[in-house]
């Protein structure tokens, strides 16, 4: 892969405005410049590459290294004027969500984004940003918010789409068969959830670190905007929580119907077997083979047993019908 694959963006601004695209090359030089910082966006970068951004940067060895694995969990770290911080991407693709990671270098005059696996173009944010001028004089951080709070409404738009999906599971789910492939889906979409979930928790620790620790980074003005992605994070998290309660609900509302439909049909083998058992021992007792049988002699006793066999099955009819047995 070449340098022109792997680099997405190289965009300079000064007090911002755009200055224009950069060279690799040049970006030591612009850094150097007051008010002036570098928007550098790669995708998968490659480790000889990572090494020339290192020294145009001069960024830490170990944040290289972990900006080079694509399975880094998510964090902040500061590396003596610069920071690295890790977020995990999420969007969704037809039907399936994907996930992916984004790596962040920023320091008091440049911003690093070195995407991994599935991510959503920030070429939209970048136009966004800038034409937002007064906004985009505050250097990095406002660009670091912009992606950031970009990242977090995909984590939102994905929620929305699990509820929708939650709303038909929930209606299968109330029903008094035992459905297999429903059960499957619950399970497969509260596999989902976590995922989802795993990946917007460590965004309100880190916002929460910018917040408080890293003033050059993000100013006093820039706060109250980190502070609403910190909130919308927490709303994802919170309702994934609720979507997993109300799923394992369901589940566990569908498996106590099925239970008490199950239960129902033991009730009505049991009634039909207890009615059964009157003829049964009226039967088994009379045909057994023993010379002195009782009323053997009597022309009538065959029709009064079985009139007694008779009357005696629908008195237990209808006692157990009536007590919803039947």
């Not at 060895?61 to 890790?86: M, N, W």
């Not at 994070?233 to 997993?244: F, S, Y």
């Amino acid at each position: 892969m070449n340098s022109t694959d792997m680099v997405v963006n190289s965009v300079a601004y000064k007090a911002g405005k755009r200055l224009g695209d950069v060279t690799i090359d040049d970006i030591s030089e612009v850094v150097k410049q007051a008010d002036a910082f570098v928007w550098l966006g790669l995708w998968q970068p490659e480790d000889a590459f990572m090494r020339k951004i290192q020294e145009e940067f001069g960024l830490h060895d170990l944040a290289i290294e972990d900006a080079l694995c694509a399975h880094q969990r998510p964090k902040i770290e500061t590396y003596g004027d610069s920071l690295f911080i890790v977020v995990k991407t999420a969007h969704i693709q037809g039907e399936a969500i994907e996930y992916g990671e984004t790596h962040f270098f920023v320091g008091k005059n440049f911003l690093i984004t070195v995407r991994h696996g599935a991510s959503s173009s920030y070429a939209p944010i970048r136009a966004k940003a800038e034409g937002n001028p007064k906004q985009l004089c505050r250097g990095p951080g406002f660009a670091l918010y912009s992606i950031m709070d970009f990242i977090v409404d995909n984590y939102r738009q994905i929620v929305t789409h699990f509820e929708s999906a939650i709303e038909t599971i929930e209606a299968n789910m109330f029903q008094s068969d035992f459905d297999q492939a429903a059960i499957a889906r619950v399970h497969s979409l509260r596999r989902h959830l976590l995922a989802l979930r795993n990946a917007a928790l460590p965004m309100d620790e880190i916002c929460s670190q910018l917040i408080r620790l890293h003033e050059e980074v993000i100013p006093k003005d820039l706060r109250a905007y980190v502070r609403d992605v910190q909130d919308h994070a927490r709303q994802v998290v919170n309702t994934i929580d609720d979507m997993r309660e109300m799923l394992t609900n369901a589940m566990h509302v569908n498996l106590a119907l099925v239970t008490v439909k199950q239960n129902e049909v033991v009730k009505r083998l049991a009634g039909w077997g207890a009615i059964l058992a009157i003829p049964t021992v009226i039967f088994s007792l009379y045909g057994m083979n023993f010379e002195n049988m009782p009323e053997l002699k009597l022309p009538w006793a065959y029709h009064v047993t079985l009139g007694v066999t008779v009357v005696g099955c629908a008195l237990l009819y209808r006692k157990l019908k009536g007590s919803g047995w039947l």
